[in-house]
């Protein structure tokens, strides 16, 4: 399994990323893929997560209604559309392959590398 997020960088207050997440292993090892944030000196918070097979999504109350988590089985890949951002939203971004649709980062077992969101107010 390897991860690559990719798509972060720079953004207004109120404005829109998005975030995609590859396997370039292109391996099923895990039944859903979750994206995190850790912002500098917060611990790593759960921001969304989707499962491979069937449509079931779960999402911070943080983000609800602002992000959106999507998938493209057949690229292995995960997105995450990130509109009406706020400058709290400021973090690296991680993708992450776990076993289901869970919050806390210690129960996935593979990770991307990060990338860089940063929203200027």
């Known amino acids: 399994v390897q991860l690559q997020a990719s798509g972060g960088g720079l953004a207004q207050n109120g404005g829109s990323l998005r975030l995609s997440c590859a396997d370039s292993g292109r391996t099923f090892l895990y039944d859903a893929m979750g994206w995190f944030r850790q912002a500098p000196g917060k611990e790593r918070e759960f921001v969304a997560a989707?499962?491979?097979?069937?449509?079931?999504?779960l999402y911070a109350d943080t983000v609800k209604g602002r992000f959106t988590i999507s998938k493209d089985n057949a690229k292995l890949t995960s997105y995450l559309q990130m509109n009406n951002l706020k400058p709290e939203d400021t973090a690296i971004y991680y993708c992450a392959g776990g076993p289901g649709l869970r919050r806390s980062p210690g129960e996935y077992d593979y990770w991307g590398q990060g990338t860089q969101v940063t929203v200027s107010s």
């Open positions: 989707i499962r491979w097979i069937g449509a079931r999504t």
